[in-house]
């Protein structure tokens, strides 16, 4: 056997026996080994195919890998070809997503018997992606771009839930480890998104803004032109509602729970919590705030805990706006018997008991929200409103740079500039899908930001205040490692995941962004 396929299939064997160690402890959500093995092969190609489009190509010894090292090869990549197979990767790219699920019970896990699973289970997905590096004859810069970013990111996860376990918190946590105490006791619900809707809830203390100045902040967002049209139909709907109920004229019944579907970083959350305001101010919601969670925040442990889940996390989202992130992660074909059906069916009933006050925005990717659509014959009938996101144009990511560098003090110079625009026109389809649109624009920022910091720290003499604001074609080629030959392009960075969004003027946190 070669050294790639042994290397691999230990790293493998190392995930599994954390993952058997799951299923004995009683902290997997579902009986019997054989789910949660399911679940881990199809973790692992998915994984391993989004390495693959990071390159946009994949070796027939790659293909060969990724089909041999789980137990079984569930995406039947053995029997499809180089390029099938990448299509294979870009439609389950959702498995590979974020935290991954079987690492979130494994911090449950031994935040509850003191175990050591979580570590052994990122140490095996660390040691899988470097043999399948290897699996087509050598590592290159931006496979190992991507396993620094997406190995490092699981690392910084667990950092971050070991500084607060101190706080004893219980069940499966999301990649964000701030929390937010849902009213009523039982559910708490853990998102650093939570922890964001406190801060709305705070922000209900100061002068709540018009419905033109919302308006005004609709539009001043960068594209989304026909989310704009979109929203302001919405409006327009409600508000001769309310007329025609001021005449006694009748009224139909009407249901605004929407369905937004778009890539990462396009702006669902941002407008999501545009649309709280909005109806808010029209007289159809009771609050403002916009509470958000996903699978983690509405599916339990423990048979039985799922359905009070998510009542308590519905409870604390009326008169207001429940914001459901990457929704199909409850409802993933093949894993029907997942407690995640449990989630959607509370979630139906509850919705129809709530109609007059609440709304229900699901989001995630177009494909996969079909399948979450259709799992429940009651639920696709809840949603009579779609919104979808496109993705940015290059020109548009240009503009919500430039917008950001400007609020925070920052000016591009047009060489610089220029730099980032090749940089955008020269991605790979693989590239661009995991650059994230506003959020790998916000990124981008932070680079240049931090190769200008690296500049100036060693400059001598007077530091000036032009200094201070410019950034140089310099400071770009250097950040983005885009040499003036662009050929070696291959070897430009990957960008990092999973940031969090936001797309408005007027917001605080340093090179903010569309998103």
Known sequence: MSTHMEKGRAAYAKMADACDALVKSGNWQRVGASDITLFLNMYTQALLLKMALETDAISDGLKRFIAE???????????ASCEAALNIGHKNRSFAEGTPLLLRCC???????????????????SA????????????????????????????TFLMSRAAGRHAGVQGMLRRDDAKIDVPGG??????????????????????EKTLDELMAELDSLIGLDGVKKEVRT??????????????????????LHMVFTGNPGTGKTTVARLVAKIYKQLGFLSQVQLI???????????????????????????????????AYALARKGMENDFGKEAIDTLVKLMEDNRDDLVVIVAGYTDEMHDFLTSNPGLISRFNKYIDFPDYTDDELMAILAMNAKKQGYIIADEANAVVR?????????????????????????KLVQEQANRIAVTEGEITTDMLQQITEADARIA???????????????????????????SAPAADANA
């Open 422 to 446: 090749d940089m955008l026109t020269n991605m790979t389809l693989g590239e661009r899908l995991d650059f994230g649109n506003a959020r790998g624009m916000r990124n981008t920022l932070e």
């Open 234 to 255: 919405l409006t327009n709907l409600i508000k001769v509602r309310k007329m025609r109920e001021q005449h006694g004229l009748k009224i139909m019944d009407m249901s």
């Open 292 to 326: 958000e969670t996903d699978r983690s925040g509405l599916v339990a442990g423990y048979v039985g805990q799922t359905a009070g889940k998510v009542t308590e996390v519905v409870k604390s989202a009326l008169g207001g706006i429940l914001f459901i992130d990457e």
């Open 128 to 155: 899988l992606l470097y043999a399948a590096a290897e699996a087509d004859g050598g590592m290159n810069g931006r496979e190992l771009n991507f396993i620094t970013a997406y190995a490092g990111g699981l690392r």
């Open 107 to 125: 911090v449950a896990m031994d935040d509850k018997d003191g175990t050591n699973s979580a570590s052994q289970f990122v140490d095996g997905v």
């Open 480 to 506: 983005l490692e885009m040499p003036k030959e662009a050929e070696a392009k291959d070897e430009a960075p990957a960008a990092v995941p999973d940031q969090p969004e936001d797309n408005k003027e007027e």
């Open 69 to 79: 090292i789980p137990s079984r090869d569930v995406l039947s990549i053995g029997k």
């Open 186 to 207: 039982a559910g708490d619900v853990h998102t650093e998104k939570k922890a964001e809707a406190k801060t709305e809830q705070k922000k209900q203390e100061a002068p």
